[in-house]
T-cell receptor, first 116, second 114 residues
């Protein structure tokens, strides 16, 4: 069964360092998302991406965050200068174009980011 | 703006007992509604979804949920819980139209006693 894959599964970094989280969405999907879940809190929307541009972003997604689809398969989330409060599980999700009105997302297993 | 409330943070049930997890939503029109499950160390897996039509929807693993417009609720049920159902359950609402971001509730942690 097709799945969304994320790397790394866990990354530990020092405050102020840059981090890139990588995702390989399901191959025929065209809509891509990043969500995050701070430990013990709810899953929060960060950003959605379609046709090589951001279609929507939340207040959390400030100038320290960026997303990119550098090639036909990867979708990355970059945090330029990490802060302690960026420690969270980051989930990538994708959706097929044909499902544009259903909202069904397929999630990866997450990348846990720990900022020290 | 849409929002989701899951009033129960933790629920403990005995294996074989029935289960109901509550979810209330706020949205200006008929929403898309979802239940996801997150097992320890795992990602979010879709259990079931409601878009339109029959208000009682069946999902995977024996779960079902009922959309009640008058109560703005979408409660998740299972007639007989198995120990493997222990996980965190998230209700989510999606807006109709482009983007389709999901807004999640805070989750309900289910513990199953043997």
């Amino acid at each position: 069964e097709p799945e969304v894959t994320q790397t790394p599964s866990h990354q530990v970094t020092q405050m102020g360092q840059e981090v890139i989280l990588r995702c390989v969405p399901i191959s025929n999907h065209l809509y891509f998302y990043w969500y995050r879940q701070i430990l013990g809190q709810k899953v929060e929307f960060l950003v959605s991406f379609y046709n090589n541009e951001i279609s929507e972003k939340s207040e959390i997604f400030d100038d320290q965050f960026s997303v990119e689809r550098p090639d036909g398969s990867n979708f990355t989330l970059k945090i330029r200068s990490t802060k302690l409060e960026d420690s969270a599980m980051y989930f990538c999700a994708s959706r097929a174009d044909r499902a544009v009105n259903t909202g069904e997302l397929f999630f990866g297993e997450g990348s846990r980011l720990t900022v020290l | 703006a849409q929002s989701v409330t899951q009033p129960d943070i933790h629920i403990t049930v005995s294996e074989g007992a029935s289960l109901e997890l509550r979810c209330n939503y706020s949205y200006g029109a008929t929403p898309y509604l979802f239940w996801y499950v997150q097992s320890p160390g795992q990602g979010l897996q879709l259990l079931l979804k409601y878009f339109s039509g029959d208000t009682l929807v069946q999902g995977i693993k024996g779960f079902e949920a009922e959309f009640k417009r008058s109560q703005s609720s979408f409660n998740l049920r299972k007639p007989s819980v198995h120990w493997s159902d222990a996980a965190e359950y998230f209700c989510a609402v999606g807006a109709r139209g482009g983007g389709n971001k999901l807004t999640f509730g805070t989750g309900t942690q289910l513990k199953v006693e043997l």
